[in-house]
């Protein structure tokens, strides 16, 4: 039990799926044979339009084009624009490609074109980023760079120009737009730090890709939201274990974070807590009376087999947790490790191989895994490969990544939850959702996201021991959207409720 399980299937929540830039070029190829690329331009191109045209007031506008696809789709919004009555300009970086689709869009520009300079730039109230969208890279070039830091506003197609579709880093420089208008579906650089902070107002457009490009391209990426995964309700015949028990290990210099972890189980729902302590079980007598406490050695305490979920970690010293999780471990237990369990894993990743979940912060990842040199997600997907469990990698984009490949980006959350102990009350919620039985991938991305949404209801300077009172209601909340989700829609409503982008067509 101490491994993930072996569901491994890919949940059908299409609209939730975020597809890099490279799956994004594939996609468009299979779309392409339903759909012709100059016609998914088109559709692209007059979504930009709109959106401007709902987002300012008539203005003169600069379109930067650049010389691929995503250049093409910006020849499209200019003369939509144009078609509308807005002064428009073009200025391209390079011409596109001859016989390509975007160089046929930009041969149906008729309007004015000026040079690609900072003065342009400068005298325009608009510039419509449509140089390289979310497929660059490398780092752009210092002239272009100059020319977009010379825009007065800005908005993006697809991603503005610089930021790494696949892993939100800005490559040298990206402006800030104040929009970005993208296709289809959402690529991780879109919900990724730092990219995200420089879209601005997202927003979303259904250019006509047909449903079969997701049973050709294998995304293995979504963005954390109820639908990919469903969490248990209540039911007429439940009972305090078919709910799920949690067992905390209690350390004996640092009572309150197992105390954290073990509040957020009882209020996420899990049936029974219990605080498996030992000498140091006088520490928590005094306690929630609804939280047994458990003086035993660890050894006979595991011979209850109803005690499937374990937590190792919070507030336990590297001796504790030494004496503690490889025992765990050896007995088949499904192991949440955290906090404590970091220090003594400390380059020494192997020692983790066995447990289910873990939930490092930033830091405390570095210091077992090493600093991420490919961005958040590759990194987080690389550790749970190489120890065999699900790794949940906290942060503002917190990632969820499964030994699998799969893997979910979470936005649904808020500044409030930076706050000692917030962790705690993380595993906690994540150790109730096992506990009920849930997959350790579903079970950490829907902790992950229920935790947000506590922390949105706690309000703006909560501390952690505040949390605990939302996490029914957030949890409820959790349900009734997933089975919104799951309940049939018609077509035409699957691709409305997500940001997403397109890629270079």
Known sequence: MGQPQSKSECPPATALLLPDPAEMALIDRAGSRTVPVRDLM???????????????APCRVLVLCGPGNNGGDGYVAARRLAQAGWPVAVAALAPPRAGGDAAA?????????VAFTVEEAARADLVIDAVFGAGLSRA???????????????????????????????????????????????????????????????????????DTVWDVV????????????????????????ARGVVSICGGGTMPGAARLAAGAARMAGAGLVRLAAGP?????????????????????????????????????????VGRALPALVKAGRMVLADAGAFAWAAGQPERLVGVGVITPHEGEFARVFGAPV???????????????????LKGPDTVIAAPDGRAAINDHATA??????????????????LAAGMESWHAACAGVWIHGEAGMRAGPWPVAE????HLGAARARAVSLGLEEAAPRGADSRHCRLAGSGGVR
Request: with cysteine; net charge neutral.
């Open 416 to 433: 409030a939850l930076a706050t000692a102990g917030s962790g705690d009350t993380l595993t906690g919620i994540i150790a109730a959702l």
């Open 42 to 56: 088109e559709h692209a191109g007059r979504a930009v339009a709109r959106a401007v045209m709902r987002h300012v």
């Open 140 to 210: 752009i070039e210092p002239d272009l760079a100059a020319v977009l830091a010379a825009a007065r506003r800005v908005v993006a197609v697809d991603m503005p120009s610089g930021i790494d579709g696949a892993t939100g880093c800005v490559l040298g420089y990206a402006p800030s737009a104040e929009m970005t208008v993208t296709f289809v579906r959402a690529k991780p650089g879109h919900l990724l730090l730092p990219g995200r902070e420089r879209l601005g107002r997202l927003v979303v457009a259904d250019i006509g890709m047909p």
């Open 466 to 469: 505040q949390f605990d009172r």
């Open 374 to 392: 490919t961005g958040r997600l590759e990194a987080a997907r690389a550790a749970a490969r190489r120890i065999g469990a699900v790794v949940v």
């Open 218 to 241: 294998p995304v293995r990426t979504w963005r954390n939201a109820p639908g990919l995964w469903q969490v248990p309700g209540q039911t007429v015949d439940s009972h305090k274990y």
């Open 280 to 320: 140091a079980a006088g520490l928590y007598r005094m306690t929630e009376p609804g939280l047994i406490v458990d003086d035993g050695d660890l050894s006979g305490l595991l011979e209850d087999r109803r005690r499937t979920v374990w937590v190792c970690g919070p507030g336990l010293t590297e001796d504790e």
């Open 105 to 113: 869009a930009a041969a149906e520009w008729q309007g004015p074109r």
